[in-house]
């Protein structure tokens, strides 16, 4: 039996296929989503242990439940690979290097898929909310209020994170706009 959930969401059927057919036999239970809908339901149901995620997608796009995911620390303890055949489109929203989470460049081998399956683990290890979340049980060991404060708090902070990350790339294109001017 698969020890592993990889929930790949794509709206290209031959994407899915491939990374299915690149994954190690065995060890994988790969579910898979065609749009943002059913793969935040699919998140949100069966809590796979990696999401891949194209950032282009139907009915709710991969940006959209990127943004999503970053509200819920529960969310952002799963490991998570971005996927993107124009990597300028994810790198217009999202500032690298990418600190919690991998990309990878459509179309990728096999190496390049695993490398960055690894290297997506490793990152959400280093996440400072899933640390915070995972440890707020036993700190607040007292009142549903207190855990369910925590909680809300915690969602603000992704949600301000990912702002203050948004202002940041504004300015440093900023930056680059009024440098390029000078010249």
């Given at each position: ?18 990374v299915r057919d690149m994954l190690p036999k065995g060890n994988f ?69 990418f600190e919690y989470f991998e990309f990878v460049q459509k179309p ?53 994170q990912a702002e203050i990350d948004g202002l940041k790339k504004q ?13």
């Amino acid at each position: 039996m698969a020890g592993h959930k990889i929930l790949v969401i794509d709206d290209s059927n031959v994407i899915r296929n491939m990374v299915r057919d690149m994954l190690p036999k065995g060890n994988f239970e790969v579910l898979e989503a065609k749009d943002g809908v059913q793969g935040l339901n699919l998140i949100q149901q069966e809590r796979p242990n990696l999401i891949m995620l194209d950032f282009l997608l139907p009915k709710m796009s991969g940006w959209e439940v990127f943004q999503h995911i970053q509200t819920k620390p529960e969310l952002q303890a799963i490991p998570l690979v971005l996927m993107s055949g124009r990597k300028e489109e994810v790198t217009e929203k999202l500032q690298e290097p990418f600190e919690y989470f991998e990309f990878v460049q459509k179309p990728f081998n096999q190496r390049v898929l695993i490398d960055a399956i690894k290297s997506a683990m490793a990152k959400a290890k280093r996440r400072p909310v899933a640390a915070v979340t995972a440890a707020s049980p036993a700190a607040t060991a007292g009142t549903a209020d207190s855990s369910a404060e925590i909680q809300a708090l915690n969602e603000k902070i992704a949600k301000m994170q990912a702002e203050i990350d948004g202002l940041k790339k504004q300015m440093t294109q900023l930056v680059a706009f009024i440098r390029q001017k000078l010249q």
